[in-house]
């Protein structure tokens, strides 16, 4: 006599679950009064509208390190005073880049803080450089919260893209201050880069720099969605 064996396999979750709905169909039909249907039906159009409102979305409390949702800044959002920056400590890892919200500061782990804000949209001048290209002007605000001097001639910044940046003197964009920066000290400045009008996500990236024993810095990201 021949034996055959046979090997049980449990059924994976999508078969259960068609398994159940299966299961589901033989159940017989339960009505519910006209009243109760109208109801239901008025809750979850209340429901609907209620997510379109807020943009509802899932959450979880294990998010990517540097995980940052992408920031919807306003054209006409002013840059805060230095009192008004936010510390907001984002460089929590060994890695070269820190990710920030458009709208949020970099603070690194020596107590420099860096914010964007002021975003506006722009043509550059006869006399610009570049000229006659479309710009996304902004203003960066640092703040010297370490132990030594910092010299901001030695900060680097990009525009999205690898874009140019725009240099005008009429209009305030001078490039990066050559000055050096004292402890407890902030300085703002004007900057503009080319970016077309149909473009919508902006990344700029920011990298202080001195020559103390702290002086390397990770580069500060900043992302998100202007108007």
Known sequence: MNHHSHTFRTPSSRQAARLTDTTATFRAPVLAPATSLRRTVL??????????????????DNKADNAVPAATVS???DAPSADDVADTP???SDSD????ALD????????????????ARGTSGEFAFPSGEDYLAFSVTVQNDSKSTL????LSLSCTDGAEEVF?????FDGTPSTHLLQGKSQTWKVACVFPKSAKEAQIEV?????SASGWYRTAIFTGQVQ
Do not use: E, I, Y
């Not at 979850?44 to 899932?58: I, K, P, Y």
């Open 151 to 154: 010299d901001l001639s030695m």
């Open 90 to 92: 984002v460089d929590d």
């Open 43 to 60: 809750v979850v159009a209340a429901a609907v509208v209620g997510c379109s409102l807020t943009a509802c979305s899932a959450s979880s």
């Open 104 to 119: 949020k500061t970099a603070t690194w782990r020596n107590g420099v803080k860096a914010h964007l804000g002021g975003f």
């Open 168 to 172: 005008d003197t009429d209009a305030g």
């Open 75 to 77: 054209a006409s959002q």
């Open 207 to 211: 990298t202080p720099s001195d020559t």
């Open 97 to 100: 880049t820190m990710t920030v």
